[in-house]
């Protein structure tokens, strides 16, 4: 069992420690928490050792009635490996920290990309992190794109990709974010650090990426255009996309057309959170005109990074090969097309 500690318990960290303990062949060594908050209260009702993130809040923890384990230092020596959550930044101040204890980590996307020796998403390039001690599982909207780019060119070849990165304004707990009522280009720049980023899982990619900021909280959502190599047809584009794990092409028969609809679909089967570990693909928008492929995608920000931390772990360990690890992972998540009965993109609404 690998034992896998998470530092910063907020709403990536969360969910990844879930994750991890759902999986057969790993478990939590413990959560670190700042403070002893109703997050933390939640560490300790799902049974996870808590340690403070430092010796000046373990007496808040206390006064609090909560028991801690320790501080950050203690989690990392009980740990085999940890996955560190913490908001941008901080990662690499603790980086420092995870090497004199000897103990690899994996980072999140707001990280230096330098962070790490390597950029991560299992659909594109589970090997670079074999054996690797630092990896860093790229961005919400990367892992997006990289789960949708990665079978398109190896099918068809991608001679370019163009973007606009419609994003949501913050995270539902953020209430401090906005914009209240206002749609900003952001970044304003072009091109956005979406690009980039891409080009970190795909170096020899050409991408141009665009990004938007609204006032919401569900999802972001991508309007994609890649001019292939090859013309090939729409339907084989959608039965490629269909066979994906992580790409859910959304059946016009679902009457799903908006990402509301989305959660509400996720949380009616009964996923935790109601998270939606899959990239959702509107089936009706995959369109091939000679060899632009255009579709609009809709990426759950508070979760499909989860299952990536989970297979980024397995291949620093090389306890399974891509195929096997994500298997796993879907399996013991319930990310399968016959455990969560999502319906088939290929029959039509009037079928
Ligand atoms: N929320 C999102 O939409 C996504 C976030 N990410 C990435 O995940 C990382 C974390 O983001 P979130 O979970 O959204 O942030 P968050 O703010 O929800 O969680 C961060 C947690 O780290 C804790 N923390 C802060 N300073 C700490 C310290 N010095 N030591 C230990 N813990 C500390 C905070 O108290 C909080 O619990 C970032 O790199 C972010 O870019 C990636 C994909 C999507
Ligand atoms: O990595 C994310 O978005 P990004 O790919 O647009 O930078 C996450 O949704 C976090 O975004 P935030 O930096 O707006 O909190």
Redesign the pocket.
Known sequence: MLQVGV???????KRVADAVRAQPDMTIAGV????PDF?AEGARTAGYPLYA?DEESVDEFHAAGLAVDGT?GDMVDASDVVVD????G??A??RPLYEARDTPAV?????APDVAETSFNARANFDDARDADYVR?V??NT?GLSRLLAPLAETYGIEKVRTTLVRRGG?P?QSDRGPINDILPDPVEVPSHHGPDVQTIFPDLSIDTLGLTVPATLMHLHSVNVTLESTPDSRDVCDLLDAESRLFVVPERSGIGSCGQLREYARDAGRPRGDVWENCVWGESITVEERDFYCFQAIH??A??VPENVDALRAMFDMADAEESVARTNAALGLERDGDARPDPRVAADD
């Open positions: 530092n910063g318990y907020g709403t990536i960290g670190t928490k700042t403070s997050a993130c950050v959550a913490t908001p941008g901080v990662g101040e603790y980072f999140q996307g707001a990280e599982v961005s919400c892992t995270d707990t920000q508070e499909d990074v």
